[in-house]
């Protein structure tokens, strides 16, 4: 579907045709968005959502990319990102933060910090924004989204406005959620608990140095691969145990450090990644008998 020029210039410079996307994800690859569209505010978003929708173009969510491989043939339709008016953070109550869904985790972290509100340390560990950590669920160190959400504010893609839904309607599950896709995360609120900042900030301080001490760090990458089993059987140790740590498929590489985390290693193609994926994934089911899920989305064609 070809988008009319005056349709496209009513966007201004928020909508783009044929952007190319690897600056979009934390491997640093992909192809290219057939139009790019980053939203300015909530009321241009739904007028947007509402001429897409009648022009029957899918719409590709992305946040800050690092849980997302894009194939090297792009992605059709639009691709659509929250712009900066997305990201904020404001204290609604002593212990709530509201956060817009375009909002960088570890700046979510920071901030229940400079509010003295615990249990929140652990995003300062997560390269994503609020939007990508409900979607998967995200956490680490005995802690991930769902136990700090209060809820969520999305629009629907179809009925085109504005909802909330609880978190105690929103089933979480390891790395994911059963909300539909036809959500665009807007912001969410989280609730902490009131403490001591400077105990706070040593929480933090721990997490981040304990993080750098197992992932590598400054590479392309993004993150784990695959899903973990179980806290006792991970995937790292299964890829370890099948001996495919030296796996390596064009640019396509496993970190030493981690061997769940894949890396772009130069000029990866993201086709490098994806065979890197199936070998390991292969060989891992012929030599312990588990079949790895991908934790990592793909998205293009
Ligand atoms: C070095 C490194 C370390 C990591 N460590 C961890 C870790 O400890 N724990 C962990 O859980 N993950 C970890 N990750 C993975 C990743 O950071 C998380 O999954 C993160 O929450 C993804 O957020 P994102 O904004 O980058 O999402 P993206 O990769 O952009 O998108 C992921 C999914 O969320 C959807 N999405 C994004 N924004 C919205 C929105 N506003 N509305 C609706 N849907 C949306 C996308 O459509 C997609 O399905 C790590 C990644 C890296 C690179």
């Known amino acids: 579907m070809i988008l009319e020029k005056n349709f496209i210039k009513k966007f ?17 690859l992909g192809g290219n968005a057939e139009y790019f569209y980053k939203a300015k505010d909530k009321n241009q978003l739904i007028e947007f959502l ?13 946040g800050a990319g690092s849980n997302t491989l894009i194939r090297d043939k792009g992605v059709k339709g639009v691709v659509l990102k929250l712009g900066k008016s997305f990201s904020y953070t ?11 869904g375009a909002t960088l985790d570890r700046k979510v972290a920071n901030f229940a910090k400079e509010n003295s509100l615990t249990n929140l340390e652990f995003l300062s560990c997560i390269p ?16 991930d989204i769902s136990k700090v959400l209060i809820s969520i504010q999305a629009i629907d893609k179809n009925k085109l406005s504005e909802i909330e839904i609880k978190k105690k309607d929103i089933k979480f599950s390891y790395r994911g959620t059963n909300l539909p896709d ?60 099948s001996g495919c740590e ?19 290693d130069g000029n990866a193609k993201a086709s490098d990644i994806e065979r890197l994926i199936k070998k390991v994934k292969k060989k891992v089911f012929e030599k312990t008998g588990v079949n790895l899920e991908l934790e990592i989305k793909i998205i293009g064609g």
């Open 246 to 264: 030296n796996y390596k498929e064009g640019d396509a590489t496993i970190s030493k450090k981690h061997s769940n985390f894949f890396i772009n």
């Open 182 to 241: 036809d959500l665009i995360i807007i912001s969410a609120k989280f609730q902490g608990l009131i403490s001591k900042k400077i105990e706070i900030e040593k929480k933090q301080t721990d997490f981040i140095k304990k993080k750098k001490l197992s992932q590598p760090s400054q590479i392309k990458t993004c993150g784990s691969t695959f899903k973990n089993i179980s806290k006792e059987k991970k995937a790292w140790m299964l890829i370890k145990e």
């Open 12 to 28: 201004n410079d928020d909508l783009k045709a044929n952007v190319n996307l690897s600056n979009y994800s934390w491997f640093n």
């Open 90 to 100: 404001k204290l609604i109550k002593k212990n709530i933060i509201m956060a817009g």
């Open 128 to 143: 994503g924004s609020i939007g990508g950590a409900i979607t998967m669920n995200s956490g680490c160190y005995d802690n």
């Open 50 to 62: 509402r001429e897409i929708k009648e022009k029957k173009l899918k719409i590709t969510t992305l």
